[in-house]
Structure formats: C-alpha cells, structure tokens
C-alpha cells in the first residue's frame, strides 16, 4: 500500500476525506493499491453532510458518507485527507478522529526522499513531489503534485502546499499556512502561522502571522 502511517490492518476500510477534485485524485492513485491489497477494501467519500454535496458527490467513483456512517465500522477503519484549505483539513481531521477514525499518511511512489524525513499523521504527498534532507512535515499537511522542499525545512500542521512550489533550504513554515500553486520561498524565510502565498509569488522576506502576500517580489496585499 502507498499509505506509510497509519498502517493499513487485515480487513482494513479505507475512506477519504473530502468530496472534492482533490479527493477524486488521491482516489485514483489509490486505486491500484486498493485493488491488489488483500482484506483491504475502499468505504467511500466522507464528509460532514452528504445530502450538501449532492452536486459533487454524484460525479464521485464511490458512496458519499457521514463520519458517523464511515465510523460504523470501529477499529479497522482508516482515512486520508483529502481537502485544500487548512482551515477544513484541520477541522475534519479532528473530527474524523474524535469519531474513532484513524489518520493515514500517504506518499505516491513517484515521490523523491533522502534522509531524516519526518511526517506526522494524516499528511497527503502527492506525486512528483520531492524533499530532500531533514524534513519534518506536521500533521494533516498537503504537500500537492510537483512540489520541492530543500533541506531542513519544517512544516506546520494542517499547511497546504497547492502544487509546483519551491521550498528552498532552513525554511521555517507554520500551521494552518496555504501556499498558492507556482509559489517560491527563498532560503532561510520564516513564514509564519494562518498566512496565504499567493499564486506565482516569489517570497524573499519572512512573513507576519494571518499575512497575506503575493507577487515578484511577494507583498503584502492584507492583514487579519
């Protein structure tokens, strides 16, 4: 199986979180996995409310569940997330775990990674990405497709890198960060909790708490 953490039990269910475009690609590079793996079994798309998602859940390749559904199957259960913004990856996951649900880390088998990387639960590594020396990834983090992370960059729980960015050496990134697709973070940056990168933008300066910055070079565009 692709999923790292997390491991996927005898007779395990395998649910995904989310409904969305993100979720029906983490669905199909799962596929494969889920077809060859003996007891293993796919539950379906899990969101808070189905009956909302009528729209999207009827283009879904699968059944669209409530977390009380999917959770009906007790301890051989297991998720991967599979939602963009931080704010809703954080709180599914939570509650997806309050539910008795457990986290699985997936990692595409495409992904480049040297030494001493460190991921927490729940983290998405979609594929072509690479990281390569000392890493450490935090819990429920989207690292999506194409992505480069240099060597000792930390970063926060529940961030989402949205594809193609580059993350250069000693970067520091906090929780609940969102990194617009194309993004490029200098060496040594900090950029700090709950702040949006804007699509394309080339940060050269470390970036405040709940800062919004964009551009070549980025700048700031708000505040709170």
């Given at each position: 199986?692709?999923?790292?953490?997390?491991?996927?039990?005898?007779?395990?269910?395998?649910?995904?979180?989310?409904?969305?475009?993100?979720?029906?690609?983490?669905?199909?590079?799962?596929?494969?996995?889920?077809?060859?793996?003996?007891?293993?079994?796919?539950?379906?798309?899990?969101?808070?409310?189905?009956?909302?998602?009528?729209?999207?859940?009827?283009?879904?390749?699968?059944?669209?569940?409530?977390?009380?559904?999917?959770?009906?199957?007790?301890?051989?259960?297991?998720?991967?997330?599979?939602?963009?913004?931080?704010?809703?990856?954080?709180?599914?996951?939570?509650?997806?775990?309050?539910?008795?649900?457990?986290?699985?880390?997936?990692?595409?088998?495409?992904?480049?990674?040297?030494?001493?990387?460190r991921f927490g639960e729940?983290?998405?590594?979609?594929?072509?990405?690479?990281?390569?020396?000392?890493?450490?990834?935090?819990?429920?983090?989207?690292?999506?497709?194409?992505?480069?992370?240099?060597?000792?960059?930390?970063?926060?729980?529940?961030?989402?890198?949205?594809?193609?960015?580059?993350?250069?050496?000693?970067?520091?990134?906090?929780?609940?960060?969102?990194?617009?697709?194309?993004?490029?973070?200098?060496?040594?940056?900090?950029?700090?909790?709950?702040?949006?990168?804007?699509?394309?933008?080339?940060?050269?300066?470390?970036?405040?708490?709940?800062?919004?910055?964009?551009?070549?070079?980025?700048?700031?565009?708000?505040?709170?």
């Amino acid at each position: 199986m692709l999923l790292i953490k997390g491991r996927v039990p005898h007779r395990a269910t395998v649910f995904i979180a989310g409904a969305g475009g993100l979720a029906r690609e983490v669905y199909s590079w799962l596929l494969p996995d889920l077809r060859a793996a003996e007891g293993v079994t796919f539950g379906g798309f899990v969101v808070d409310d189905p009956s909302a998602n009528a729209t999207v859940s009827n283009g879904l390749p699968g059944p669209c569940l409530s977390i009380a559904d999917a959770a009906r199957g007790g301890s051989a259960g297991c998720f991967v997330l599979a939602v963009g913004r931080p704010v809703d990856r954080r709180g599914l996951f939570e509650r997806m775990v309050n539910a008795g649900l457990r986290a699985a880390t997936l990692v595409h088998p495409s992904v480049i990674m040297g030494e001493a990387i460190r991921f927490g639960e729940g983290v998405v590594v979609c594929p072509a990405a690479s990281l390569t020396t000392a890493v450490t990834v935090g819990d429920g983090v989207l690292i999506n497709v194409g992505t480069r992370i240099g060597h000792d960059v930390t970063i926060g729980a529940f961030t989402s890198l949205l594809g193609n960015n580059t993350i250069n050496g000693d970067v520091r990134i906090g929780e609940d960060v969102l990194l617009g697709a194309g993004s490029l973070i200098h060496p040594g940056v900090v950029v700090e909790s709950r702040a949006v990168i804007g699509m394309g933008s080339v940060v050269i300066r470390s970036v405040p708490v709940e800062t919004t910055v964009f551009g070549n070079p980025a700048m700031r565009v708000s505040r709170g």
